[in-house]
DNA sequence: TTGAAAGCGGTACCAA
DNA sequence: TTGGTACCGCTTTCAA
């Protein structure tokens, strides 16, 4: 059927053997045959059977991908830069989505396991660090984004969180709030590094921080827009009212615009609001969101680069790595004061 | 290191013959055999080596899948349905994006038969229907989605374009609008469809459809507001001016929204908007955006039974199959008269 | 610099 | 119902 490297071995008159290392630059065979062998290859264009390459070496030149919403653009992002470099080394990406589910997460790193990838790249969505154990169990190299675990050293890239609620609270202050809360996440570190960049912006600036300042979004995902009407709502009733709020994500951010403008509020001479990730295009919005980038590209470049290094060095986990890029404040109507 | 076929079979005192059969289901193997081998692979959490089977069966129980923006939502919808149904299948997805550049996406299409995928799944964004040649060559299945071609016959999946441009110029009409323009998008079939759909529900209402009245978006990508919103003003020159617009899709109509708004004129009052692709949440809009769904998961879920059927039946392309799925409207502010 | 032989971990064929 | 044997296409080892 396909092309094998029988059959240019048969047509040059030299052994598969030959062939072999005349297609991998190994220094025992000589210019011309290697040359030979190279034009042979072309004409006929043979490509060599993975598989059997595979069988024999270990290796899939393949690596796995889990996200949990691959719809969500930070994750689609991340995959993007991902097989952009992994292209370029002529790596496959096998891609899966754990629909924030932590067991169907497990499920799709049992598969991948079984499919034998060189390395794994995981944004979990796991409580704990149990299932890594697996991972490291059979060896494969693995590098985490996003999200991190307590207790758990392993190879990761993200964003420096903290810096993001810095980066946003700092903002609005040198916009002149005077009274900035605060609408957290869940309990990932994300969210938590969030919120201590908040507070340590606040008391950087001798500024009050005060409890009920924070609230919780009840939901954090696409459907946060509602999650952070709701958390706006709460802050609304404050007295005083805070004139500037810092949210865990762009959708919250909708969600608590949306609040504000409600309310008969002006967005933002009254309150002005920030939110993090830059998934949202200005001109789509009624007020266009200053956000907080997260370079999600970088991360699925340095993410890729650590992984492609692991599984080169072969050397496990002597020393896991870890990469934080840093965010970029992008302003935009809804903090713009003059 | 990871455990073989000859494990199980030496603790078991059966041959490897057995035990790949009984793995298998094979009829050949007593229900008491097949018990021991299974309980054995349980215990020591056997795993097949894929990349032996491979060899011998010369299936990679992989598919690739090419799309020209895996940010885009519509793309990354179909990617996630697709995803889902290989995984209950026990097949992987390898998905590469082509960046919209058709000497990519030839590339990537060289690249995944190397890999010996078992069937592609390609949203092309080629001008001309050769590259497929290769595909077929090798005899390898393949499904194209969304866009298709002229004189190839190949297996597609995607939406009634045509039904696409007939539901949302028939609500304008319902909604009362009297002048009704298209913005179309480029040379491609969606596009093509889409404004045929407009022509036709124009025609059997018996409305004019002047040629002044449809005029091209530069851009239909990402930055398609750009684009929507210099159509608009060129639009918004006519006399009398349109009443109704349908938008090739959303970021088109987003821009073409813009247009409106800064003219001074209301939506929908004065103009009425329809967009396609639903991509857009309407919470985050200045006026929520009518628009048309193209059911993208369904056309992912089509895709991948019909690539896993063409695999199975190993009947290559003897009569391609079509399969069209229908749109839906939805109603939201910006056509929502009273 | 080249190549013969062994083997990677499975499956297919056919005989027992 | 079971298993011996050949073989899938390549790389590795070692001898020539």
């Keep these: 059927m396909a092309v094998r490297m029988k059959d240019i071995a048969r047509d040059l008159g030299v052994s598969t053997v030959t062939v072999s290392k005349a297609i991998r630059n190994h220094s025992d065979i000589s210019p011309k045959t290697r040359g030979r062998v190279l034009r042979r290859i072309k004409e006929l264009n043979y490509q060599p059977n993975l598989a059997a390459r595979t069988l024999v070496t270990g290796r899939t030149y393949a690596i796995g991908l889990i996200v949990p919403d691959l719809v969500h653009p930070f994750f689609s992002e991340v995959a993007k830069a991902l097989a952009r470099v992994l292209r370029e080394r002529d790596y496959g990406l096998l891609i899966s989505s754990s629909e924030e589910d932590p067991a169907l997460e497990r499920d799709e790193i049992e598969r991948l396991l079984a499919r034998r990838v060189d390395a794994l790249i995981i944004a979990s969505t796991q409580r704990t660090a149990e299932s890594f154990r697996r991972i490291r169990e059979e060896g494969v190299p693995y590098v985490l984004i996003d999200r991190r675990f307590d207790g758990l050293t392993a190879p990761f890239v993200g964003v420096q969180d903290e810096e993001v609620g810095e980066l946003a609270t700092q903002h609005l202050i040198d916009m002149g709030c005077r009274r900035i809360a605060h609408i957290r996440g869940p309990e990932i570190s994300p969210a938590l590094g969030r919120m201590a960049g908040w507070r340590r912006a606040l008391s950087r600036n001798r500024r009050a921080a005060p409890p009920a300042y924070i609230v919780s979004s009840r939901s954090s995902d696409d459907a946060g827009d509602n999650g952070g009407r709701d958390a706006m709502q709460r802050l609304l009733k404050l007295k005083p009212l805070p004139d500037g709020v810092f949210c865990y994500n762009d959708p919250i951010a909708i969600g608590a615009l949306r609040a504000v403008l409600e309310r008969g509020l002006r967005v933002p001479e009254d309150i002005a609001i920030v939110g993090c990730g830059n998934i949202l295009h200005s001109a789509f919005l009624r007020v ?24 080169e060095t072969k050397k496990p986990s002597a020393k896991p790595k870890t990469i934080l890029l840093h965010p970029t404040l992008i302003v935009r109507d809804s903090t713009r004061r003059e």
């Design 288 to 311: 266009p969101l200053t956000s907080i980038d997260q370079d999600s590209a970088g991360i699925g470049e340095k993410a890729a680069e650590m992984a492609l290094s692991m599984i």
